[in-house]
């Protein structure tokens, strides 16, 4: 650089000392200018001031705007400076009519621009005056020749263009100060280098402010986890923040995009463990993210693209449920509470089709009185959308814009609940994107209002909202990030090989003999070494303390320190331990545990009272607080629908047609006649087609889905009466029946069974139809797996029991399995003797050793046994309530994860 480099004790007091010069000060990074702002208003209270000129601080592209204002005041033809979403749409336009273009357009816009732009930084556009190799590369330089002539025709600009347009600009266009001051520069590209130069030539004083050789303490940290390395971090910073409390701290993460969620939670836990009581009011945090998070993610936002996008097509029952719970929708706490209420309703409602359109919604709502002015604003917002004609009407950006507003009035978005510092600058940044896709029309484009919402969605996940800076005394953020900032330590988190310096490659649309020619960033290997290199060493003078750490393993990466470091900074320094040097303890806060003793009080069932069916015996058998939960808690999962039938509504289907089936059919006789008179189809048909009249519609989908489903039926009970046919003569003596009086001990339930034959010799077999897997082993043991049929067996009141079968109507395990007394005799005479139907018969002391496990389970149930004891793993693996005991969160990897079974009706 053509200029001269200071290097002042202190960053932030050298700019100081520069405004009072009357210079105007430049930063590298949005985050660092917000910080000097931040200093420039503490200085001017402590000498006093109440009132203060906004100090000319900017970042680098902020001047740069600033700039170019005052040249198209001062010039007749400067040309429009275009935004970055009108910048992308031109590029997307111009690839969608290419009729070469093997990429997708909405996906190579991004990667088109920022090419452009690199071409501009490094002052490499005269190297399009050639073909390109590869073929991409050569695609993007036709795409840039279009895009220069358009710009040329349309009096339009890029932004990375400014550089190169302002240094040529007469210097009376410019307001230009008489010293500009350069703050937390890396590096320069060629374009800053030759703007800077030109203004210096035009007088400007230049001086950049780069900190001086500091003797830092350095530590080296080694952890075993990510997990471990944040933890011991976070408790590092609330033991600095103790000792020190009017110190800064910055944390250095180069992976923070990735990382952040966990290394939120481990600085929660330290410095802020009241924000995990949801009845104490928010806090300020002690620690702030640079890094922002998309706008669409913020709720506010997303519920008003949802109301949006529900206006035009059918929303998914998760969006549904996010909606109706986020409280946008509710005008009071009770509203809010009747609309959770509604959620859980809607969800535990059987559905093919698991969408559900705005008006079907409205609809709905009109049944439920509290509800009703919620429904009067859903009515509106849809007679607001017939009366704009908003479905088949194609409109510019800046119409749809506004009418965007019109119907989020109409519901009353976002909603009457006070809004909070985090909302309210969401909504201002929202209300900034509606501007700019205003901005679109620029070339007279005109959209459908699915493509405006898909355009609006698509910039909204893209723009990426940050929080103003609150100025915590931790800062989390990335290493470029850090840029003109001073701290009193710093910890550098993931300084290893994989993360340090960071990954990168070339740029995929430009030639790499192009980028090797202007040294644009990662054209060789040596690049990202180097960059890495200057921003640690401007670390290291940044602070008076810096620790650095790596985490030996992450899932099934290892990693090793990174070579930069341990070669050039921490050659001598010696590994610690991080759960040594900073053992976790007390948070830092006040407050208390509350410690409640756990006094073994018995809360026995009333023995007057069913508990319901078998399941309650299967829970306390899996876990006696599953059991527990459920039947005591009335505790229920959350019923979320996929597409089409659940495995248990298609269990409980199938249920349905033998039900009706065997009403027709009463004896293994009349089944043998149907079969060889040709009447089973017919039977078989009208006993599927009546069960399946409640999913009967004139949605295709629906039609088509069921018709496959009724094939589907067909052939498994086709598959399953081929079983029946081949066994000895019996009677159907009974279909669902309820069994009356049960009772396992002092326990009552309610039994169902599906079928009870009669045989020839006067005994009788239990039948239970599977549609999933089971074998008679489940129902052995103290704690059987499946103890429903030993239930109906011991208990049932069945008399002259002879057996009970599993009736397995599965593909490719279609048969029967269980036990019975004589296999041959009273099943089927060709069964081979190597069957356990056959050499596993059922007993008078089988029935015993079901009964003790059935009465001690229920003993258990009926004194109140709730321990959180699973059976096994699998039992937490598939628990429907994991989160009332949150066993599995301490026992369970994701490696330990299985397919998890069919259920059964």
Known sequence: MAHESESPANWLDGALHALTRGAAVVTASQRAARALRLHHARSQRVAGHRFWPSPPIYDWTSWLRDLWQSYAFATLDAPLLLSPLQERALWGRIQRTDANSLLSPDSAAALAMEAWSLLSAFSAHPARSRSWEPADAEQFRLWAQTFERECAAQGWISLSQLEARLAGAPPAALALPLELCLIGFDRFTPAQTEFLASLRARGVVIAELVPGPRQSLRRWIVAGSPREEFTACAAWARQFLMDRPDSRIGIIAPAVRSSRGEIERAFRRALLPSADDIRRPSSVSPFEFSLGQPLSDVPAVRAALLLLRWTAVPLREEEISWLLLSGFLADTATHHLLLARRDVDRCNTSALVPKCSLSSFRTALNGVFALRPLADRLGALLQTVEANRIPDQPRPPSSWTELVQLLLDQIRWPGERPSDSVQFQALQCWQR???????????????????????????????????????????????????????????????????????????????????????????????????????????????????????????????????????????????????????????????????????????????????????????????????????????????????????????????????????????????????????????????????????????????????????????????????????????????????????????????????????????????????????????????????????????????????????KIRAGETGFDGRVRDARAQLSGDLSQKKKLVSDPFTDSMRDQWTRALLALAQEFLDGESSVSPRELEVCRNCPLPALCRKAERNLSPADQENEEEPDA
Request: aromatic share 8%; with cysteine.
């Open 433 to 807: 994107l509606l501007d700019d896709v205003a901005l679109l029309d620029f070339d007279g484009s005109v959209l459908a209002f699915a493509e405006f919402l898909d355009l609006l969605e698509l910039h909204a996940r893209e723009t990426i909202f940050a929080l103003e800076s609150a100025d915590a005394p931790v800062q989390i953020l990335g290493p470029l990030e850090s840029a003109g900032q001073e701290f009193d330590a710093i910890w550098f988190l993931s300084a290893d090989d994989a993360h340090w310096p960071p990954p990168g490659g070339p740029h995929p649309l430009l030639p790499l003999a192009v980028q090797r020619q202007f040294g644009m960033p990662h054209a060789t290997s040596v690049d990202p070494w180097n960059l890495a290199l200057l921003v640690t060493t401007r670390l290291l003078r940044s602070a008076p303390e810096a620790i650095f750490s790596y985490a030996q393993h992450d899932d099934d990466a290892e990693f090793r320190p990174s070579p930069l470091l341990s070669a050039l900074f921490l050659r001598d320094a010696q590994l610690q331990s991080a759960v040594e040097s900073f053992p976790v303890s007390e948070p830092l806060c006040d407050a208390r545990l509350e410690i409640i003793p756990d006094a073994a009080v018995s809360l026995p069932w009333p023995t007057g009272r069913s508990a319901g069916g078998a399941d309650v015996l299967k829970r306390q058998a899996a876990c006696p607080f599953q059991s527990f939960a459920a039947n005591r808690l009335r505790a229920e999962p959350l019923d979320t629908r996929d597409w089409g039938l659940e495995p248990s509504d298609k269990g409980k289907l199938l249920h349905e047609v033998l039900q009706q089936f065997f009403t027709h059919i009463r004896s293994h006789g009349e089944l043998v006649t149907a079969k060889a008179t040709h009447q089973l189809d017919a039977l078989l048909d009208r006993c599927i087609d009546s069960v399946l009249v409640p999913y009967s519609s004139s949605d295709p989908w629906q039609r088509a889905y069921i018709a496959a489903e009724k094939r589907r039926l067909r052939f498994r009970i086709d598959e399953w009466l081929a079983c029946e046919v081949r066994r000895l003569p019996f009677t159907v003596e009974a279909t669902e029946r309820k069994l009356s009086g049960v009772r396992v001990g002092d326990l009552l339930l309610n039994l169902r069974a599906d079928r009870i034959d009669l045989l020839s010799d006067g005994s009788r077999l239990l039948i239970d139809y599977k549609t999933g897997r089971i074998s008679p082993a489940a129902w052995s043991g103290d704690r059987p797996d499946e103890p429903q049929l030993p239930l109906y067996a011991v208990c049932g009141n069945v008399e002259n029991l002879s057996g009970i079968l599993l009736a």
